[in-house]
């Protein structure tokens, strides 16, 4: 009997519907649970997650949540754990449930179990930061301190973001600059945020110790990351201090080494460089009254000059630079300053006083009106107990109206040879 050709292809036309059929009712159905199931555990409580499980029991994510929950709503851990090890048997390339599971074990006091959850937890992802982050935490919530240090040490080579809270967080657990400098690693960064969370402890002796193997590690970095070091010190009144790490920086840095003038103790000036806004170089803070800007056309014989332009009144430019000094010790200050239509009644002066006591130990003469450049000087003695002085540009009194251009540039701060002729 011989087949009919149209009918065969009727046939095998029919069946191929049907199995489209088929697959897109198993396909609409799977999307319909899984829809379903997500909808379920979106609610993140113990009953939208059991109907999560019941339409999606190989899911480890939905056992995982449950298990969560359970430790948040019971007092008895021991269903979070079931609910935590169908995770891990699920999905045991999931660092986070064998945590959640170590957890549960914590609580249960299941010391064996608790160690082998860890020691999955850190196979599974041994270098990734958020998980190492997880870890030592719970490391040291544990009391294992030894393992916990292991695990802050893969946080701080992989994880900058975190470096701040985990040494934060290692200080207050550990509190031994020996054992937190052991696992390191050899970047300056790490070392001077380090350094970042020991002087808001205001612990300096321990700062000093992660400084100086800062230093010991030869390795480059911007010496402007360092500054705050320099201030902090400034503000502890450790000028010796400060001094030998700037010193320091200075060796290390050639670009920094470019702001020193042999036998001049101001810093960068005649405002060739760039103002740091630290340690010993210039400082800035905006005033009222007073424009400042660095003025490459007007200079006395090199670099820049300072141009501050007064409209109001008002005492000080807003720039300042600490100078470490001797006591009882001659210097002389001096300056190279014009002026362009400055009105008033008691011009700008370059001034040094003792930073804590406001003490004026120098004040240049002021100028005012008109004038071409010309040097202003004056000698003083330091005091007793003189380290540090404060040098800026300023008006006594500062109550007087102002209106004018005033520039300013070769400052220097030079310790006398020999007391000056009376």
């Avoid at 489209?20 to 199931?37: G, K």
């Avoid at 101001?266 to 806004?277: A, K, Q, R, V, Y």
């Avoid at 000087?377 to 800026?392: D, E, P």
């Amino acid at each position: 009997m011989a087949l009919n050709p149209q009918r065969t292809r009727r046939a095998i036309e029919f069946a191929a519907l049907l199995v489209c059929i088929v697959v897109a009712s198993a396909f609409a159905w799977l999307a319909a649970r899984n829809y379903l199931s997500l909808r379920a555990s979106s609610s993140r409580n113990g009953q939208g997650l059991r109907r999560a499980i019941s339409l999606e029991p190989q899911r480890a994510t939905y056992h995982d949540l449950l298990g969560r929950d359970l430790m948040l709503q019971s007092q008895d851990p021991s269903p979070a754990v079931a609910e935590f090890r169908k995770a891990v048997a699920l999905n045991p390339y999931e660092s986070s449930y064998w945590l959640d599971l170590a957890e549960a074990y914590y609580s249960m006091g299941a010391k064996s179990d608790e160690d082998h959850a860890i020691r999955q937890a850190i196979a599974v992802d041994p270098t990734t930061p958020s998980v190492a982050w997880n870890t030592a935490n719970f490391l040291l919530l544990q009391g294992n301190l030894p393992a916990a240090l292991s695990q802050f040490s893969v946080v701080l080579q992989h994880s900058p973001e975190r470096m701040p809270a985990a040494l934060d967080t290692l200080w207050r657990a550990v509190h031994d600059v020996n054992a937190i400098e052991a696992i390191l690693p050899p970047d300056p960064d790490v070392y001077l945020q380090f350094i970042k969370v020991l002087i808001v402890q205001n612990d300096a002796k321990d700062a000093q110790t992660v400084w100086s193997r800062l230093f010991e590690l030869n390795r480059p970095y911007d010496f402007r990351d360092a500054l705050f070091y320099v201030d902090y010190l400034l503000n502890q009144r450790e000028v010796s201090q400060a001094t030998g790490v700037w010193k320091q920086l200075v060796s290390r840095s050639p670009e920094l080494a470019k702001y020193s003038e042999q036998g001049n103790s101001i810093t960068d000036g005649d405002f060739s460089e760039e103002i740091l806004n630290g340690g010993f170089d210039w400082h800035y803070a905006a005033r009222r009254g007073a424009d400042i800007a660095l003025d490459s056309n007007n200079s006395h014989s090199a670099g820049r000059s300072l141009a501050v332009t007064y409209s109001g009144s008002g005492a000080d430019s807003g720039l300042f630079q600490d100078v470490p000094v001797r006591p009882n010790t001659w210097y002389t200050l001096s300056a190279w300053v014009k002026s362009d239509d400055l009105q008033t009644a008691n011009g700008p002066e370059l001034v040094a006083f003792d930073p804590d006591n406001e003490d004026v130990r120098a004040a240049t003469e002021p100028t005012s009106e008109t004038t071409a450049w010309h040097s202003v000087h004056t000698n003083f003695l330091t005091g007793n107990n003189s380290k540090l002085l404060r040098v800026h540009i300023t008006r006594d009194p500062d109550t007087t109206q102002i209106q004018g251009r005033f520039w300013i540039t070769e400052l220097s701060l030079k310790e006398m040879p020999s007391l000056p002729k009376q």
